[in-house]
T-cell receptor, first 110, second 113 residues
Framework: EDQVTQSPEALRLQEGESSSLNCSYTVSGLRGLFWYRQDPGKGPEFLFTLYSAGEEKEKERLKATLTKKESFLHITAPKPEDSATYLCAVHFYNTDKLIFGTGTRLQVFP | EAQVTQNPRYLITVTGKKLTVTCSQNMNHEYMSWYRQDPGLGLRQIYYSMNVEVTDKGDVPEGYKVSRKEKRNFPLILESPSPNQTSLYFC????????????FGQGTRLTVV
């Protein structure tokens, strides 16, 4: 069964303390991997799409990378405004559905 | 402004009373979908639509219906709501197939008592 697992569930960082979030998936053929940010009480907001192993995307303090089994969202020198839940979603080859992980809740303290 | 609009934002209803949650997008997107979000379970897809008059089941379709009569609208219908359908619901649209970025609505928090 296709599955998407995110770790850690929650992460507390001091402002400026860089770290990484992980998204791993069981492989039945990856068509695309997506990262979203979700603020409390709001809908997810698109960040990145990755399609093939070795691909990287960057936006401000965020950088997403992809291997054959997992993706990382690297956060460099985070600020309190980066606090949110980060969701990973995968589109597998044998389906038209998008499967989401349960997310990593990030809190950045000043 | 490009957006996905859901209504209502909050709804409390009683078991068995039919309800509809509306979803409309102004971006001319072909692909639309409904999700529910529950603590510890993440976002799970209920139904999706690749285009007008084309709908298909997601992972948790039981107890829900949808229709896609126009490209911009994709209502979610609960014919006989039950307490286990208490959840936070999101509508989303994408410009192409599943493999493109999705734009989400603000969510509808439904409580069934």
């Amino acid at each position: 069964e296709d599955q998407v697992t995110q770790s850690p569930e929650a992460l507390r960082l001091q402002e400026g303390e860089s770290s990484s979030l992980n998204c791993s998936y069981t492989v039945s053929g990856l068509r695309g991997l997506f990262w979203y940010r979700q603020d409390p009480g709001k809908g997810p907001e698109f960040l990145f799409t990755l399609y093939s192993a070795g691909e990287e995307k960057e936006k401000e303090r965020l950088k997403a990378t992809l291997t054959k089994k997992e993706s990382f969202l690297h956060i460099t020198a985070p600020k309190p405004e980066d606090s949110a839940t980060y969701l990973c979603a995968v589109h597998f080859y044998n389906t038209d559905k998008l499967i989401f992980g349960t997310g990593t809740r990030l809190q950045v303290f000043p | 402004e490009a957006q996905v609009t859901q209504n209502p934002r909050y709804l409390i209803t009683v078991t068995g009373k039919k309800l509809t949650v509306t979803c409309s997008q102004n971006m001319n997107h072909e692909y639309m979908s409904w999700y529910r979000q529950d603590p510890g379970l993440g976002l799970r897809q209920i139904y999706y639509s690749m285009n007008v008059e084309v709908t298909d089941k997601g992972d948790v379709p039981e107890g829900y219906k949808v229709s896609r009569k126009e490209k911009r609208n994709f209502p979610l219908i609960l014919e006989s709501p039950s307490p286990n359908q208490t959840s936070l619901y999101f509508c989303a649209s994408s410009p192409g197939s599943t493999n493109t970025e999705a734009f989400f609505g603000q969510g509808t928090r439904l409580t069934v008592v």
